[in-house]
């Protein structure tokens, strides 16, 4: 970080920073693995932990004001921010794993050979904020950011450009002197970074495994699916939709603050939530048709005894 301070009120600063993480492991057993699902987790999950180097950089800058407008003294701060994270990863997994539920025999993996995968975002935010003293108990803060995101796996039929306008504003009203009793209130809207885990769908480099139902020994059932979240032979197993919105959380805050004495301070509030566009895996190659419904029984709670 390097700063400069031009007077008690305004200044600015630079920053940047880059992290580097190496993952090996031991080599897998050229043998089946034997995973118990209640006490190892779910094979997808441990298939996700690759090998590989995973680099992230950022550079940005900030720089606040203090100036004088419409006989209000204002809080001004603005920054500008730009990042890249990319991996290079390669799935450390034997061919074939075999999962027990409890000790009893269920299910066969079958993966296609690992093969090195790379994915990649870039990021670039700026913001604007101001705080205006309205008067002597009553404050504003506004602000509004910009936040786009780029991401794409190489060789992905499809990438992910995500650009989101982010509105922030708070009040604090201080209603008294004794105890400073002040009334807070205000909504934000943030957004979901983008991981490279989401672009493993639709990479064809990221694991693909068919699913047989399995009795015990080498005696292999069915075929019950193929699971991702790689793009398969052919790259249509999976792919992300081109329409991907962003998730996004709109929050709001009321409250009521005091300080009985100079160390204590309490506060009870009140938030709200929303969230919309959570990401989802669908399964669109399968019609309702191809579904039947089986009803199981379920007795519930024993509220009564």
Same mark, same amino acid.
Do not use: C
């Given at each position: %970080?390097?700063?400069?301070?031009?007077?008690?009120?305004?200044?600015?600063?630079?920053?940047?920073?880059?992290?580097?993480?190496?993952?090996?492991?031991?080599?897998?057993?050229?043998?089946?693995?034997?995973? &118990?699902? *209640? +006490?190892?987790?779910?094979? @997808?999950?441990?298939?996700?932990?690759?090998? =590989?180097?995973?680099?992230?950089?950022?550079?940005?800058?900030?720089?606040? $004001?203090? @100036?004088?407008?419409?006989?209000?003294?204002?809080?001004? &701060?603005?920054?500008?921010?730009?990042?890249?994270?990319?991996?290079?990863?390669?799935?450390?997994? @034997?061919?074939?794993? *075999?999962?027990?539920?409890?000790? !009893?025999?269920?299910?066969?993996?079958?993966?296609? #050979?690992?093969?090195?995968?790379?994915?990649?975002?870039?990021?670039?935010?700026?913001?604007?904020?101001?705080?205006?003293?309205?008067?002597?108990?009553?404050?504003? +803060?506004?602000?509004?950011?910009?936040?786009?995101?780029?991401?794409?796996?190489?060789?992905?039929?499809?990438?992910? $450009?995500?650009?989101?306008?982010? @509105?922030?504003?708070?009040?604090?009203?201080?209603? %008294?002197?004794?105890?400073? !009793?002040?009334?807070?209130?205000?909504?934000?809207?943030?957004?979901?970074?983008?991981?490279?885990?989401?672009?493993?769908?639709?990479?064809?480099? $990221? #694991?693909?495994?068919?699913?047989?139902?399995?009795? =015990?020994?080498? +005696?292999?059932?069915?075929?019950? %699916?193929?699971?991702? #979240?790689?793009?398969?032979?052919?790259?249509?197993?999976?792919?992300?939709?081109?329409?991907?919105?962003? #998730?996004?959380?709109? &929050?709001?805050? !009321?409250?009521? &603050?005091?300080?009985?004495?100079?160390?204590?301070?309490?506060?009870?509030?009140? %938030?709200?939530?929303?969230?919309?566009?959570?990401?989802?895996?669908?399964?669109?190659?399968?019609?309702?048709?191809?579904?039947?419904?089986?009803?199981?029984?379920?007795?519930?709670?024993?509220?009564?005894?």
């Amino acid at each position: %970080t390097w700063g400069h301070r031009a007077s008690p009120g305004a200044g600015w600063r630079v920053f940047g920073g880059v992290t580097t993480q190496t993952r090996s492991a031991a080599a897998p057993s050229p043998g089946p693995a034997t995973i &118990e699902r *209640l +006490n190892d987790g779910s094979i @997808p999950t441990l298939v996700d932990a690759a090998d =590989g180097t995973r680099r992230r950089w950022t550079v940005g800058l900030r720089s606040n $004001a203090s @100036p004088s407008a419409l006989g209000r003294t204002h809080g001004v &701060e603005a920054g500008l921010d730009t990042g890249r994270a990319s991996a290079r990863v390669t799935p450390a997994y @034997p061919g074939s794993m *075999l999962e027990l539920v409890d000790g !009893i025999p269920a299910r066969a993996w079958q993966y296609s #050979p690992p093969r090195e995968a790379r994915r990649s975002a870039t990021t670039l935010a700026g913001f604007v904020s101001d705080r205006i003293d309205l008067s002597r108990r009553l404050t504003l +803060n506004a602000a509004l950011r910009f936040d786009g995101v780029t991401g794409a796996a190489r060789g992905a039929a499809q990438d992910v $450009a995500w650009r989101t306008w982010l @509105p922030r504003a708070a009040m604090r009203w201080s209603i %008294t002197d004794t105890w400073r !009793i002040a009334m807070i209130s205000g909504y934000e809207r943030t957004a979901n970074a983008l991981t490279l885990g989401t672009l493993a769908y639709g990479d064809p480099a $990221a #694991p693909v495994a068919d699913v047989y139902r399995w009795r =015990g020994g080498g +005696n292999l059932g069915p075929l019950v %699916t193929r699971v991702g #979240p790689g793009a398969g032979s052919g790259g249509i197993l999976t792919t992300i939709d081109a329409r991907l919105e962003r #998730p996004t959380t709109g &929050e709001f805050d !009321i409250g009521v &603050e005091a300080s009985p004495i100079r160390s204590m301070r309490l506060r009870f509030a009140h %938030t709200l939530k929303r969230e919309s566009h959570a990401l989802a895996v669908i399964n669109v190659g399968a019609p309702r048709s191809s579904y039947a419904v089986t009803g199981i029984p379920d007795p519930g709670g024993n509220f009564q005894d």
